[in-house]
């Protein structure tokens, strides 16, 4: 029979005889790379409109200018935030984020 030493932060599911869960902040996840996308707002127009557009043309978002972008990690919002200029490109500024849980 061997013992197994349990990482400070690994937990042991109930009813399970495995070895402990990693959790979620565990070193093995800080360098994953994902994706996160910022949306400012939509629009909905019909595909004639669409193919019609050209250089210069303006669409309209269902977005107030005062709106805070949302931060979407694979479609879940986990924070939101103002748009800022960052030199030449755009940023956004946290001002509110999810909790960990």
């Given at each position: 029979m061997t013992t197994r030493s349990k990482p400070a932060d690994a937990q042991t599911e109930p009813g399970t005889?495995?070895?402990?869960?990693?959790?979620?902040?565990?070193?093995?996840?800080?360098?994953?790379?994902?994706?996160?996308?910022?949306?400012?707002?939509?629009?909905?127009?019909?595909?004639?409109?669409?193919?019609?557009?050209?250089p210069g043309a303006v669409l309209e978002l269902d977005a107030k200018l005062n709106d805070l972008v949302e931060l979407r990690l694979n479609q879940a919002v986990v924070a939101r935030g103002e748009i800022v200029a960052v030199d030449d490109h755009f940023g956004v500024r946290i001002t509110e984020i999810a909790k960990a849980t």
């Open positions: 005889d495995g070895p402990p869960l990693a959790g979620l902040d565990a070193a093995i996840f800080k360098d994953v790379q994902v994706d996160l996308e910022a949306k400012l707002g939509q629009v909905t127009l019909s595909i004639a409109t669409l193919m019609g557009l050209r």
